[in-house]
């Protein structure tokens, strides 16, 4: 079963930065897009970034300039850099793969954005 690790949520002022790492295992990696999304307090989860196996990525309209989605294929592992974080941005952020096994989630890791 593949395994998705999320790591490095927080608590943040507005304006800051904050790194989030997945580590994956049991998944021939760099086969597969992936994904970060987010879910909110009373809201649906919705995708943030996403990129494919060979680095093209893409953006919801709202992190848009703000966030950066990485991979390292070597390392099995698919970062999100934040910057100029919002009270907005609040929310926990779950790493995706889906393969013709299934639509795998980490655990997610809670981001907080507050002064």
């Known amino acids: 079963q593949v395994q998705l690790v999320e790591s490095g949520g927080g608590l943040v002022q507005p304006g800051g930065s904050l790194g989030l790492s997945c580590a994956a295992s049991r998944i021939i990696f760099s086969r597969y897009v992936m994904g970060w999304y987010r879910q909110a307090p009373g809201k649906q989860r919705e995708l943030v970034a996403a990129?494919?196996?060979?680095?093209?990525?893409n953006y919801a309209d709202s992190v848009k300039g703000r966030f950066t989605i990485s991979r390292d294929n070597a390392k099995n592992t698919v970062s999100l850099q934040m910057n100029s974080l919002k009270p907005e941005d609040t929310a926990v952020y779950y790493c995706?793969?889906?393969?013709?096994?299934?639509?795998?989630w980490g655990q997610g890791t809670r981001v907080t954005v507050s002064s």
């Open positions: 990129i494919t196996s060979g680095g093209d990525n």
């Open positions: 995706n793969v889906r393969t013709s096994t299934g639509n795998y």
